[in-house]
């Protein structure tokens, strides 16, 4: 996937909430910020994630409406972790592809940077 330009800033070794063993590709989630780990996991316990927009792929629920692009997708440690489903999910950024509400679809998605 292309990688947008961003504020190195933004690219932090931190201890990320989701998933509990992160590996490099995986969204991760910190408190309520949502990034792309650039890293597994390491020994210590910290993951170097990357909080700037980028593209990336990934597998959206629904969430029992269709998604069209453009739709806001939101992180959810229940789901996949991305989901079409706002209540008590930190926004993610936007669905690029359609995503019916019966299912899950894998698409790309426009990470909002935080």
Not at 9 to 23: D, F, T
Not at 94 to 112: E, F, P, Q, R, W
């Amino acid at each position: 996937m292309p990688v947008r330009d961003g504020n190195p800033a933004l690219i932090q070794n931190v201890v990320v909430s989701y998933p509990s063993a992160p590996k490099a590709g995986d969204i991760v989630r910190c408190g309520d910020m949502v990034g792309y780990a650039l890293q597994d996991e390491d020994a210590s316990g910290y993951t170097l994630v990357d909080f700037n927009q980028r593209e990336i792929k990934g597998i959206v629920l629904g969430g029992g409406t269709d998604l069209a692009a453009g739709s806001k997708v939101y992180f959810d440690d229940s789901a996949n972790p991305i989901t079409g489903d706002s209540s008590g999910n930190p926004f993610c950024g936007y669905v690029l592809g359609v995503v019916d509400d019966s299912g899950n679809a894998t698409v790309n998605i426009l990470k909002a940077a935080i």
